[in-house]
């Protein structure tokens, strides 16, 4: 019996951490089972059993021979046409490493990423500060400062577009200079990319009431915006957000319809078939944070109530597609009710849309834990040349009441992004650093 090569061995601590009965190394035995037996044939005796490498040609030559892949961790056959793979190694997504850190002037709640073209990649970061907001354009090393904008305690940025425009609406959660003191009424600002200038351009007002989000959506090639005003003033929550629509002829947002939100934190517009939709996360009443959030349905020209869900200190609603299968989940926050404690660790739930039945029913819980996250981190994942932009800050939140410590990357805002194609999609408000994977019919965390 000869030693193995030394590519078929491991010390067995990576696989049986918890067993100290095996040696420190061993080797795998593979057992292959054959289908059909080729007639005999004389093979050119070699030493190589089992070559590494990156690449390797598979022909009637290495025929029966094994390929090891070092970078993807897998061992293969070779059948004389293809490889068969016989041992792979399950990716794990512990792969991003930290790209760039930006150093920000206050908190940064929010990250919007976004393409202009003729420019590239740009991110716009909402935030807290006086200061103003900062967007900022990828230069194939990283992100650099492109552009200040006024703005007033910004939470949350939103870019969408009309035609060839682009435009960005800012939430502000603090009037400006010029507000009153006695004043409930906040300034969010959309503004309008110039060609010409090659910046962003203050284009319209709105009155806003500690504006949480934006969602930009489009309906019957009409373009609306949808504000999650969170509260008025101090202590009243249950108020009106607001669904503006694009007017042609005034080339200005006006309002469209009123819809009574409690303390509300997200919307999520989605298309399923000929249907959409609009969910709004609910937060607080004033009192508790067991309040329901709703999922409205467009019914000739306005949005009416679909179906009511319970929810505790929602924060993010999120909406993916698997097949022809629809689900929803959502962000819970924390469940309080009046002067009593807090509990941080509360589920977060996935629904599925029962097509038969015509609602969102329970699909899956997951423990999730509410965190307060500013500093800006971009991350490299080593695939495909992704990146991610995350926003982070545990410094305000108080953990008297929570046994969690607050790990370094419990963030806020959430970015992938494909800087060569100018793609990406966005998972915002992510509570924390997990990354769910679908196996069989459920969700696990990687």
């Known amino acids: ?16 951490g918890d067993c100290d009965l095996f040696p420190k190394e061993f080797s795998i035995v593979v057992t292959l089972k054959v289908t059909s037996i080729a007639p005999k044939r004389r093979v050119k005796k070699t030493e190589e059993r089992v070559s590494v490498g990156l690449e390797r ?3 009637e030559l290495v025929q029966g021979q094994m390929w090891f892949n070092p970078l993807r961790k897998s061992l293969y056959l070779c059948d004389g046409a293809v490889w068969i793979s016989v041992l792979e190694d399950h990716k794990r997504l512990d792969y991003v490493l930290e790209h760039q850190v930006l150093t920000t ?47 007033y305690g910004a939470l949350a940025w939103r870019h969408f577009s009309m035609g060839k425009k682009i435009f960005l609406v800012v939430s502000n959660s603090d009037g400006g200079p010029d507000k009153r003191k006695e004043s409930e009424t906040d300034i969010s600002v ?60 005034t080339k200005s947002f006006e309002v469209h319809q009123m819809l009574r939100t409690s303390g509300a934190y997200d919307w999520e517009f989605f298309t399923v078939g000929p249907y959409h939709f609009l969910v709004v996360a609910n937060a607080f009443d004033g009192v508790t944070t067991s309040v329901d959030s709703v999922i409205y349905i467009w019914v000739r020209g306005s949005f009416q109530v679909f179906q009511t869900i319970k929810t505790f200190c929602a924060t993010d609603w999120e909406m993916f597609q698997i097949g022809s299968r629809f689900f929803l ?9 009046g002067k009593g404690p807090s509990q941080y660790a509360i589920n977060s739930t996935i629904y599925e849309l029962d097509m038969t039945g015509q609602l969102f029913v329970r699909f899956q819980d997951i423990v999730t834990y ?23 800050d545990c410094s305000h939140f108080n953990l008297s009441s929570s046994p969690h410590t607050c790990p370094s990357l419990q963030c806020s805002g959430l970015g992938v992004l494909q800087p060569r194609g100018g793609i990406f999609s966005g998972c915002r408000k992510l509570l924390q650093r997990r990354i769910l994977l679908t196996q069989q019919n459920q969700f696990i965390l990687a």
Not at 1 to 16: A, G, T
Not at 199 to 217: I, K, N, S, Y
Request: include cysteine.
């Open 370 to 392: 509410r965190y307060r996250y500013a500093n800006t981190l971009i991350c490299k994942v080593h695939y495909e040349d992704m990146f991610c932009v995350i926003t982070c």
């Open 57 to 59: 040609s598979c022909s």
């Open 105 to 151: 002037s206050s908190e940064t709640h929010d990250v919007e990423v976004f393409h202009v073209a003729g420019m590239g990649l740009m991110a716009a970061m909402a935030h807290r500060s006086a200061s103003g907001s900062a967007v900022y354009l990828w230069n194939n090393t990283g992100f650099q400062l492109y552009q200040n904008i006024s703005t």
């Open 329 to 337: 989940v959502v962000a819970n926050g924390h469940r309080l009710h």
């Open 1 to 16: 019996f000869s030693s193995p090569h030394p590519s078929m061995s491991f010390p067995s601590s990576k696989l049986l």
């Open 190 to 249: 959309i503004y309008k990319w110039s060609k010409r200038s090659k910046q962003f351009v203050q284009f319209q007002t709105l009155q806003t009431h500690c504006a949480r989000d934006w969602e930009a959506f489009n309906i019957n090639q009409h373009t609306y915006l949808a504000v999650a005003n969170h509260r008025q003033g101090d202590n009243n929550h249950t108020i009106d957000s607001v669904i503006y629509k694009w007017n042609g002829m």
